[in-house]
C-alpha cells in the first residue's frame, strides 16, 4: 500500500483536530448551561449561594485587569470567570492556612503592574492567621477579599456527617469542633483594626455588587487592602 503524501496526512490532523474541537465546544457548552441552571437555582438564597458570590464578585471585577488568587469559592469561579490571559490565576491553595498569605504575596507580585488581585476568602483559613491583615495594610498591598463565610470548617464538617452515617453515631453532632459561629467571628472588624477598608457582614445577595465595587474603588484609588465579608451557605 502506497504511503500517503504530507498533504494528505496534514488535511487528516485538520480534520481530525476540527472533530476534536467540535466535541469539546459541545461539552463546554452543555457544561455552562448546567452550571448557569444550577445558578438559578439558588440565585436570591440567604444566607447566599457559593454560585451567586462568585457571579457578582466576576461582574464587579471583569472591567479590570484582574487576577484571582488560589480561592476559588468551590470551584465555582472556575465555572462562571473567563480565565483569558495566563496570569488571570495564581493556583489553587496549599491547604488551609495558606491561603490569605499566598494571596498577599500574590497581590504584592502583581502590585507594579497596577492588577486588580482578587481574593476569595474561606473564613476558616483566615482565622489560622490573621495577623497575615496587618502585614498587608503595613506595607501597603492593594488586595481585594471577598470573604466566602460559610461560619464553618465545612470541608471537615462534611466528612463528619459522612462518617456519622457510617459509625450510626448522632449525625447532629457533626458540627462540634467546626462550627464558625455562636458567635460568628466579624471578619470586617478585625480588618478594620488591623487598617483595612471593610464591610459586612453581607447576607443580601443583591447588596454584594455594589458593596465589592466600592472596596475595589478603594483598592484601586488609595492603593489599600479592602474586605467585603459575605455569609454564605455551607458548600
Known amino acids: 500500500m502506497a504511503s500517503r503524501s504530507p498533504h494528505d496526512q496534514a488535511v487528516d490532523f485538520y480534520n481530525s483536530a476540527e472533530h476534536r474541537l467540535e466535541g469539546?465546544?459541545?461539552?463546554?457548552?452543555?457544561?455552562?448551561?448546567?452550571?448557569?441552571?444550577?445558578?438559578?437555582?439558588?440565585?436570591?438564597d440567604s444566607p447566599v449561594s457559593t454560585a451567586r458570590l462568585a457571579a457578582e464578585v466576576w461582574e464587579a471585577v471583569r472591567e479590570h485587569d484582574w487576577v484571582l488568587a488560589p480561592g476559588t469559592a468551590s470551584d465555582w469561579a472556575y465555572r462562571i470567570w473567563d480565565f483569558d490571559l495566563p496570569h488571570r490565576h495564581a493556583g489553587k491553595t496549599l491547604?488551609?492556612?495558606?491561603?490569605?498569605?499566598?494571596?498577599?504575596?500574590?497581590?504584592?507580585?502583581?502590585?507594579?503592574?497596577?492588577?486588580?488581585?482578587?481574593?476569595?476568602?474561606?473564613d476558616g483559613d483566615l482565622l489560622f492567621d490573621p495577623q497575615a491583615l496587618w502585614?498587608?495594610?503595613?506595607?501597603e498591598i492593594p488586595l481585594l477579599v471577598v470573604m466566602f463565610n460559610n461560619r464553618a470548617y465545612y470541608n471537615d464538617w462534611l466528612h463528619q456527617e459522612r462518617m456519622a452515617t457510617v459509625r450510626g453515631t448522632p449525625i447532629e453532632n457533626a458540627y462540634l469542633g467546626l462550627e464558625l459561629d455562636n458567635p460568628a467571628p466579624d471578619f470586617a472588624g478585625i480588618a478594620r483594626s488591623f487598617g483595612w477598608y471593610a464591610e459586612g457582614p453581607i447576607t443580601d445577595p443583591d447588596a454584594i455588587g455594589a458593596a465589592v465595587r466600592r472596596a475595589i474603588d478603594v483598592v484601586r484609588t488609595q492603593c489599600k487592602p479592602a474586605l467585603v465579608d459575605v455569609v454564605c451557605q455551607h458548600q
Open 135 to 139: 502585614t498587608a495594610a503595613y506595607h
Open 24 to 44: 469539546l465546544t459541545k461539552m463546554h457548552d452543555e457544561a455552562l448551561a448546567l452550571w448557569r441552571k444550577q445558578a438559578q437555582k439558588v440565585w436570591n
Open 95 to 122: 491547604g488551609t492556612g495558606t491561603q490569605i498569605s499566598i494571596a498577599i504575596g500574590t497581590a504584592l507580585a502583581h502590585r507594579d503592574a497596577g492588577r486588580l488581585v482578587v481574593d476569595l476568602q474561606p
